[in-house]
């Protein structure tokens, strides 16, 4: 098997079943905001901005659907700030469900954060990466980028065992590197960038609005809310945190901010380079904008993307690990899921886990799009069931700690709640193949729970 050889050491043998307190605790509140804003950026934002103005071909509404992409997680961050200071647990989010709704529910989030929206995000990210290396690699086949994402993907994993220490610093180089890289697409195009023929960008809401609008803004919200998802994986990391009452709020919210602001201007430095027609076709935005500036322009996006993407993909293969290991020491899950190594003191076999899973997912699915939507369906309804615990706790758990309490509430969560749940409702009806598929591997993961069930009674 292709993981063999990068974990060849690891075995069971040299592994040992640990507390959430062996787990070391390194990481600060810089080290968090830079893992929940390159868990976002780096990855959608460099491809599915074609996708948004396919769906809603007007430049104004495509910003505004960026703008309201951005408020949408900055509501959900508030909201799951709250959450994380009650629950500062490896595992976040699953955390929040199992805490809200029970053990089942629990397992079926990390069941689908496994075999749905995780392992697809990180398909979606190795076939960006890929994408991007034809600016070098002239003819690259459709099957030979599946197996450099692949190849990727077990890299970073094994990068990532040897410890959370290692995870943070490479979340703080690239991360870096990747809004430095933004900043330079960003001041060429609003300041250095001068077409041949004027490039019109219409931003006028009123000016020939697009047919069927709401319809329109909720199917360009899959590439918006895809190119979002992220921010909240800083509260997968809150056993491993600093101060987490306190690091892994402001964590969520800082990073959310940041990534709005820098997807809105971005997008519009998109658009002064790319007519409207020519932004439409394009699937690697960043690398077409910057050729217009010349070969060496096109070569320098693509050189920093592909960067930025790979530490994206680095950060998705250390987060979500802490979920099944979460779920392993609760005891609805694999034990040897719940075992670290007792030098590095990570969950290992988790991330094995993970990465087996995530190249399957890359060669069963392949096309993009079809990735995106796979994952994105299953994220949201999950993140809203999620942030209608806050409402619960109000009510049930009055009694527990709240370090932070999301501001504007309830009306706040109602917002993310509301929308979450009407981008769902659109996208089981509008798109069902995709939306079906992650409902019948929620359907198995009934079953499957059921088995860890029994076992644990």
């Given at each position: 098997m292709l993981i063999v050889n990068p974990f060849q050491s690891l075995t069971i043998s040299n592994l040992q079943i640990c507390n959430m307190s062996e787990l070391k605790q390194k990481l600060n509140l810089y080290g968090l905001t830079m893992i929940a804003v390159g868990s976002c950026i780096g990855a959608g934002i460099f491809a599915t901005p074609n996708g948004v103005v396919q769906a809603l071909p007007h430049q104004g509404y495509a910003l505004l659907m960026w703008t309201i992409g951005g408020l949408i997680a900055l509501t959900g961050a508030l909201t799951f700030a709250e959450l994380g200071g009650m629950y500062p647990k490896a595992g976040g989010v699953y955390v929040f469900i199992k805490e809200a709704y029970g053990d089942a529910a629990g397992f079926l989030y990390g069941w689908v954060m496994l075999l749905v929206i995780h392992a697809g995000a990180l398909a979606a990210l190795s076939l960006i990466f890929a994408d991007y290396l034809k600016f070098f690699i002239p003819g690259l086949t459709?099957?030979?980028?599946?197996?450099i994402g692949i190849g990727t993907m077990i890299f970073l994993t094994a990068l990532n065992v040897i410890g959370v220490q290692i995870s943070q610093v490479f979340a703080n180089v690239f991360t870096g590197l990747k809004l430095l890289a933004i900043a330079v697409i960003v001041i060429i195009g609003f300041f250095l960038y001068e077409p041949i023929e004027t490039n019109e960008i219409t931003l006028s809401l009123?000016?020939?609005p697009p047919e069927n609008l709401m319809s329109a803004m909720l199917a360009a919200l899959v590439g918006v809310l895809f190119s979002f998802g992220g921010w909240h994986h800083a509260s997968y990391l809150a056993g491993e945190a600093i101060e987490p009452q306190r690091t892994v709020p402001r964590a969520m919210i800082f990073g959310t901010i940041i990534v709005t602001i820098t997807y809105v201007f971005l997008n519009y430095a998109y658009m002064a380079f790319l007519p409207l027609p020519e932004l439409t076709e394009s699937s690697a935005v960043a690398g077409d904008a910057?050729?217009?500036m010349g070969p060496l322009g096109g070569k320098f996006a693509a050189i920093i993307i592909a960067?930025?993407?790979f530490g994206t993909i680095g950060i998705y293969t250390v987060s979500a690990p802490r979920i099944y290991?979460?779920?392993?020491?609760?005891?609805?899950?694999?034990?040897?899921?719940?075992?670290?190594?007792?030098?590095y003191k990570t969950p290992v076999n988790a991330m094995v886990f993970q990465v087996i899973w995530a190249s399957l997912v890359l060669l069963f699915w392949g096309a993009f799009h079809d990735v995106i939507t796979y994952v994105t369906f299953m994220d949201i309804a999950f993140m809203t069931l999620a942030a209608y615990a806050v409402i619960r706790f109000r009510k049930t758990k009055k009694e527990v700690e709240r370090p932070y309490k999301t501001w504007g509430y309830p009306i706040v969560p109602f917002i993310f709640i509301g929308i979450s749940g009407a981008f769902v409702?659109?996208?089981?009806?509008d798109q069902p193949k995709q939306a079906l598929a992650g409902l019948v591997l929620l359907?198995?993961?009934f079953m499957?729970?059921?088995?860890?069930?029994?076992?644990?009674?």
């Open positions: 459709e099957s030979t980028k599946v197996f009123s000016k020939n910057l050729s217009k960067i930025s993407v290991f979460a779920m392993a020491k609760d005891g609805i899950f694999f034990q040897q899921l719940a075992k670290i190594h007792p030098k409702i659109h996208t089981l009806i359907g198995i993961g499957v729970y059921w088995f860890f069930w029994k076992q644990k009674k």
